[in-house]
């Protein structure tokens, strides 16, 4: 059971031993209905992260609640996108062995019902287009990259992830971050020559066999990199440097 923050070494968070925060209830449009894909991704996760990485003292630890991510922009006021959980930190304490969580999560999670985006579809139809999810998985992938950039000593490139579940359809969505965009959020004016790309896998259909095997795959094969050292994310980044 987790007791307290699992704040990495040598970063903000750790330096202000922040006491534990109540979770922020989802922002989501979606109501009631997106429940069921929630329950299926905090099992899916489960499953990736029972054994732990002995080589190192963190662990990967799945929650479904959801999470407000800071997004300044260079003013006093900030955005906040919110996420529905996430895959975060954990480690046992120094002294007394109990555990210790993370507050910034590695990856998060999007629940949502079949017509998201308020887009009807067919069970098994392929899901079209949103520019309102889009516009979402952005804000979350931009202020998961903000919180962790806040934790380490210097602005440098940052990746977020998003694994999303709309229905039965599991997708991961990728942003690379340069130093320089992230400073320019954080700024009063935007460069008109900074770009974002963002990265969509195809979705994989939960109800087939082949479905199942390729979100699978897709999930051990980002889970494997998050712990691969080779990850720019700022609290991955600052536990193997």
């Known amino acids: 059971m987790a007791t307290r923050p699992a704040n990495v070494p040598g970063t903000l968070g750790h330096a202000r031993n922040p006491s534990t925060g109540s979770d922020l209830s989802t922002s989501s449009n979606e109501d009631k209905q997106e429940e069921p894909s929630r329950q299926i991704l905090s099992a899916l996760l489960d499953s990736l992260t029972g054994c732990g990485y002995p ?17 300044p922009l260079g003013t006093e006021s900030k955005c906040l996108a919110y996420n529905d959980g996430g895959l975060y930190l954990t480690r046992q304490g120094e002294y ?47 202020g998961q990259a903000m919180e962790h950039v806040t934790q380490i000593d210097c602005c ?41 790309w963002v990265r ?9 066999q082949q479905g199942r095997a390729g979100a699978l795959q897709l999930c051990i094969g980002v889970y494997e990199y998050l712990w691969s050292g080779r990850a720019e994310i700022g609290l991955l980044q600052k536990i193997f440097e």
């Open 55 to 71: 080589s190192i003292q963190y662990r990967g630890q799945g929650d479904v609640a959801s999470r407000a991510l800071s997004i």
């Open 156 to 196: 440098r490139d940052q990746e977020a992830f998003i694994l999303s579940l709309h229905g039965t359809h599991l997708k991961l969505t990728a942003a690379h971050f340069t130093a320089d965009y992230l400073r320019h959020v954080n700024s009063p004016l935007m460069s008109e020559t900074e770009t974002l």
């Open 96 to 142: 007394t062995g109990s555990d210790r969580y993370g507050t910034i999560p590695l990856l998060s999670l999007e629940a949502k019902r079949r017509h998201a985006g308020n887009i009807r579809r067919s069970a098994g139809e392929e899901e079209r287009y949103s520019a309102e999810i889009l516009a979402q998985e952005v804000a979350q992938l931009l």
């Open 200 to 208: 969509r896998s195809k979705p994989h259909d939960l109800k087939t």
